[in-house]
Structures are given as structure tokens and as C-alpha cells.
């Protein structure tokens, strides 16, 4: 195999597992930040020694394995082996009379510990798709709308606090899980997300960070069953897969909205989002961001075509959203369903008036949009303009074919 070959194996052995390697060996070391530190050294050895022997038949487990070596080798220098071995003996023996924990699952346990409030929220946010959903510098700083240097300080800057303050890897008592619970939620979310719609790549979307979201998201929602942003979050994701089908083609290629084979959908999964929005309300305590998003995707799941979309109740949806988060992108999607509602000339007035696009600036989300409704008002020559523009913003190979196949159909 090539370097590059050996690379791409690397890559998707650590988008598919990092997170379990992670978590594993945090339950081993105790520290979150060495832990992926081991990681990392243990991929830098994958990369030295698999093109001459070979990708390993189980590379997640080589990789752990090279990592607790590394960890037991740098105990040995420091003279504190036995310790050490006895935490690992621990680690590897099923003891039956283990004290309870209220969270057994050891990736939602690494996202508890990653979210802990030493950490600022970004910091939370970052450490955790870094170490659980195995995202790079460049697709975090893509995400977040910021330079890789930002993000590379704020991993190592979480790292070092989580350190500092001697955070042990352990769940909170469940008196302490709501302090916590809006830095998890909002980690799961951007996992979902990333997974949904990629930021950079060649694939359209990354389904199995998708699933590992929507794993952690029913978890949680069983551990707190009161909670119903937990269950709207549960709800926004199981509506949003059911979709995902339908959103590639038979020749790979994506397949927006307007066009896909609602036949494909998977009314399984749908059923299941419409039963659990309808238990966040029966809980009776309203509908928070995670809900009023759920109950956008229920829109579009319920109605038989795109006309037949309730696009005046999903800008109603949308203004709620918006007055919560005060996030640009969600103003953004207010405009693209104003456009539905009611016309491109009433969505793009709202655009030039509403967007915060100082915020967008790096996104190709503005001159998306903007290239849309240009296009549906026959200002042609603008829309290509727009639409170029954003294919130099993209970095999602997918995404970047589906503007250009726009830009050609002008």
C-alpha cells in the first residue's frame, strides 16, 4: 500500500473508533488529555510501521494496544509502574462486586468528563469532537468558523486544565448531571451535525459519526428521562437519519430536499421522532432549541412533497428558534423557508436586513443562499457570482460538485 493509501486507512480507523480508543484508555490513565496524547503517538506509530507490515486485521485494537504500551513505558521512567499496573489490572478484570455507576457506557462517560464546567464552552465543545467524534484541527476550525492555530490552543489549553484540576474520568453524581448536561447536549448536537453534513471531505455525509451520535443521545435520554431538551435533541436526530437514504444517490452523488424519493425515508424512525416530540411536550415544561428543531424536521417529514411542506409554520418555528439561539445560520434558514412561504424577493430582502453575515463571512452558506434566490428571480449573471463564491468557500468535495452542477444549469 501507498503512504497515501496507508494515510486514508489510518483516517477512517480513527473517525470509526477514536473515540472508543479514547475512552478506553482514559478509563486506564485516568486523564483525558494524556489519553489522547496516546492516541495520537500510537497513530504516529500506525503510520511508521503499517506500510511495510501491513494494516492490522483489528486496527483499533493494535492502536490501543501501542497506546498502553506507551503510557506503561513512560510509568516505568517515572518509577511508578506498580501503581499503574494495579489501575490497568483493575481496568481489565470484571469484578462482580464493582461499586454502581450511574453511566456505564465509557464514550457518553468521556463526553461527561470532556464537558466538565472547569472548561469554557468552546472548550468543551472542541476537546470533545476532537477526542469522541475524531474531527481534525481543520474540520473543528471549519465548523467553528475560526483559524486551525484557535483551535489547536483551545485543544491544548482544555487539555491542560482538565490536567491541572485533577479532573478524575468518572460521572458526576446525578445531582450534578444539569450543570453539565447543556455542554453534553450541545456536544452531541455538533457530532449529529458533522456527521449530517460534513465540513470538509469528500463524502456527503458521515453516517457512522451520525449513529454514534444518536447511540449517546438515547443513552442519555434513559438516564434523565425528565429532561426534555435530551428527548427533543433524541427527536431532532432520529427525524433528521431517517432521511439519509434518500439523500445519496444510486451513483453516490448527494441528492438535495426538493428531489430525493420520499419513499426512501425511514418511517420507522420517523415514527419514533414524532412519539418522542410528542413526550417532550407531554412533559409540559415547553419546547426548548433541540425541540423547535425537531419540530422543523417534523414538517418536512410529514408532508408528501416540498409543496406540500407547511413552510409558514416552519417560519414560525424558525422565528421561536431564532429569538433562543440568536444564531446567524438559523436566520439563514428562516430566509430559505421565507422563500417557500412567501417569495424569493420577500427571502432576499431578509437576507441583505437580517443576516448577521460578518459571522458567515468564512462559510459558503451566505453566498449559497443568496445564489438561490437570485437564480429564482432570473438575476442569472449574479447567481453565478454567488454561487462561485461559494464553491471557493466549501471544503466538502460533495458539496462543492452540487454548487458547480448549479452553477452549469444557469
Excluded at 486551525?148 to 491542560?160: G, L, M, N, S
Aim: charged share 30%; aromatic share 4%.
Amino acid at each position: 500500500m501507498s503512504d497515501d493509501d496507508i494515510r486514508r486507512s489510518v483516517d477512517a480507523v480513527w473517525r470509526i473508533e477514536g473515540g472508543r480508543i479514547v475512552a478506553t484508555l482514559a478509563r486506564v490513565v485516568g486523564d483525558v488529555g494524556f489519553a489522547e496524547d496516546l492516541a495520537q503517538e500510537a497513530i504516529a506509530e500506525a503510520l511508521e510501521k503499517w506500510p511495510g507490515a501491513g494494516v492490522p486485521r483489528n486496527a483499533g485494537a493494535w492502536l490501543t494496544a501501542v497506546a498502553k504500551r506507551r503510557a506503561i513505558d513512560g510509568w516505568r521512567r517515572q518509577e511508578r509502574l506498580d501503581d499503574r499496573y494495579q489501575m490497568i489490572a483493575r481496568d481489565l478484570t470484571d469484578v462482580a462486586e464493582e461499586e454502581w455507576e450511574p453511566v456505564r457506557d465509557d464514550v457518553l462517560k468521556l463526553v461527561f468528563v470532556a464537558c466538565h464546567p472547569v472548561l469554557k464552552r468552546d472548550a468543551q465543545v472542541a476537546l470533545t469532537l476532537r477526542v469522541v467524534g475524531g474531527l481534525s484541527t481543520e474540520e473543528l476550525a471549519r465548523l467553528f468558523l475560526t483559524t486551525v492555530p484557535t483551535i489547536q490552543q483551545r485543544i491544548v489549553r482544555a487539555k491542560k486544565t482538565l490536567s491541572a484540576a485533577r479532573v478524575p474520568y468518572e460521572v458526576p453524581e446525578p445531582a450534578q448531571w444539569p450543570e453539565r448536561l447543556t455542554g453534553v447536549l450541545g456536544v452531541i448536537y455538533l457530532i449529529f451535525t458533522e456527521g449530517y453534513s460534513a465540513t470538509s471531505g469528500d463524502t456527503w455525509m458521515r453516517r457512522d459519526l451520525a449513529a454514534e451520535a444518536l447511540r449517546l443521545g438515547r443513552v442519555l435520554s434513559a438516564l434523565v428521562p425528565s429532561e426534555p431538551e435530551v428527548h427533543g435533541l433524541v427527536a431532532l436526530m432520529e427525524l433528521q437519519s431517517s432521511r439519509f437514504a434518500a439523500r445519496v444517490g444510486a451513483d453516490g452523488r448527494p441528492v438535495l430536499l426538493a428531489d430525493q424519493d420520499r419513499r426512501r425515508w425511514d418511517r420507522g424512525q420517523i415514527s419514533r421522532g414524532l412519539a418522542i416530540l410528542d413526550q417532550v411536550d407531554t412533559l409540559g415544561r415547553g419546547r426548548g432549541p433541540y425541540a423547535l428543531q425537531a419540530a422543523i424536521a417534523a414538517c418536512h417529514a410529514r408532508a408528501t412533497s416540498v409543496d406540500a411542506t407547511d413552510w409558514a409554520q416552519i417560519v414560525i418555528l424558525y422565528e421561536a428558534l431564532e429569538e433562543l439561539t440568536h444564531n446567524p445560520v438559523v436566520t439563514l434558514n428562516k430566509v430559505v423557508a421565507v422563500s417557500m412561504a412567501a417569495s424569493a424577493d420577500d427571502a432576499l430582502l431578509l437576507l441583505d436586513t437580517e443576516v448577521d453575515t460578518k459571522k458567515l463571512a468564512s462559510s459558503h452558506l451566505v453566498p449559497s443562499v443568496r445564489g438561490e434566490l437570485l437564480a429564482q428571480l432570473g438575476r442569472t449573471e449574479e447567481a453565478r457570482s454567488e454561487l462561485r463564491r461559494a464553491v471557493e468557500l466549501t471544503a466538502n468535495g460533495d458539496q462543492r460538485r452540487v454548487l458547480e452542477e448549479k452553477i452549469a444549469a444557469l
